[in-house]
């Protein structure tokens, strides 16, 4: 049974960091891309980052470019994504899911499988 478990969240102000974590189980991270999303109430989940595991590509939404950068550690099927210069609407529930596919193409955020995890949420305020 594949599984996420999502840590690192909590509360920081306007230009600082976090980093969070996302521990999978049941499957092996090593031969998937794993994707991170965030979601706010009322709006649909988005899609914020994603990495590949045949080759270093990876993808990240506009919004959060040059400030997130996602990372995988296969040894420990964990995958990260480190936050810096944080800004309040990055305030959301972080949420990972393993892709079915080696590459972040185009597609990939509609190609996840397994069951969402339970978020972790973050709160940039002042």
């Known amino acids: 049974q594949v599984q996420v478990e999502e840590s690192g969240g909590g509360l920081v102000q306007p230009g600082g960091s976090l980093r969070l974590s996302c521990k999978v189980s049941?499957?092996?991270?090593?031969?998937?891309?794993i994707g991170w999303f965030r979601q706010v109430p009322g709006k649909e989940r988005e899609p914020v980052s994603c990495?590949?595991?045949?080759?270093?590509?990876?993808y990240y939404a506009d919004s959060v470019k040059g400030r997130f950068t996602i990372a995988r550690e296969n040894a420990k099927n964990t995958a990260y994504l480190q936050m810096n210069s944080l800004k309040p609407e990055d305030t959301a529930v972080y949420y990972c899911?393993?892709?079915?596919?080696?590459?972040?193409?185009?597609?990939?955020?509609?190609?996840?499988?397994?069951?969402w995890g339970q978020g972790t949420q973050v709160t940039v305020s002042p």
């Open positions: 899911k393993p892709v079915g596919a080696t590459l972040c193409w185009s597609g990939w955020a509609t190609q996840t499988f397994g069951s």
């Open positions: 049941g499957y092996t991270l090593e031969y998937y891309a």
């Open positions: 990495s590949s595991s045949s080759d270093d590509s990876t």
